[in-house]
């Protein structure tokens, strides 16, 4: 994936979180997922979920482009699942 993306990890980043408790690392991470412009996560997983429902009122909030907001579609976001979920959450409702 590093040849084509631009990979960080939490670990490149522990210098600014000299003095955060560590309980809050999932936190960040989340908050940083939700403002990727891609992001792939786990149908299952409530840590993934949660990034999917931040990445949603970015996109309403942020005001995408015409037609990404009348289709309320969420900015690149993808996750493992079943067949019969595949597309649950290509759009956005608020």
Known sequence: ?????DLVF????????????SNY??????????RGR???GCFHSTF????FRMRGYHSQNDRLDDRAQA???VPR???????QD?????KYYS
């Open 48 to 51: 993934s979920g949660f990034i």
């Open 71 to 73: 289709l309320g579609i």
């Open 38 to 40: 891609t992001f792939f």
């Open 25 to 34: 690392y999932g936190m960040i991470d989340q908050l940083v997922a939700s």
């Open 1 to 5: 994936l590093s040849d084509h993306y």
């Open 86 to 90: 595949m597309h649950l959450y290509d």
């Open 10 to 21: 939490l670990k490149d980043f522990k210098h600014e979180l000299e003095g955060v408790n």
């Open 77 to 83: 976001s993808y996750y493992y699942s079943s067949k």
